[in-house]
């Protein structure tokens, strides 16, 4: 019994049409084309990954480190995740984590340093104040 053919209007068909040399009729290129138009969009959908930022808006570099961690370990963790995607998203999330590092430590010096200048001051202003005599 021969194998029952897909009728025109479908990828099958559209592939037997090549494999036989012809030309695609318009009924299969335009079955092709409704594939790919959605094959594209769901791919799209799916490779979106919602990252949380609480609604905040900056340009804070240490922050905007942080939500690029939190991007990248997302994406990381999603099933989303291609294989091909591991090596560079792993190296980019270890270089986030140096970023987040470097940046953390250069805030708190800065904290204390600004801390420091104000004791100074206090001091300072506590050495002028005028005593009662
Ligand atoms: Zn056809």
Request: hydrophobic share 30%; aromatic share 2%; with cysteine.
């Amino acid at each position: 019994m021969p194998r029952e053919l897909k009728p025109c209007g479908t990828r099958a068909a559209a592939q037997r049409h090549r494999r036989h040399g012809e030309e695609v009729c318009p009924d299969c290129k335009a079955a092709e084309r409704e594939h790919r138009r959605k094959y594209a969009r769901r791919d799209r959908v799916e490779k979106t990954i919602q990252v949380d930022f609480g609604g905040a808006n900056t340009t804070d570099p240490l922050t905007v480190a942080r939500e690029n961690l939190a991007i990248v370990t997302a994406t990381l963790r999603s099933d989303k995740c291609l294989p091909k995607d591991i090596v560079p998203l792993t190296k980019r999330r270890e270089e986030l984590v140096q970023l987040v590092q470097q940046l953390s430590t250069q805030h708190e010096e800065e904290r204390m340093e600004q801390q420091g200048a104000e004791v100074a001051e206090n001091v300072a202003e506590a050495a002028f104040r005028p005593t009662a005599v």
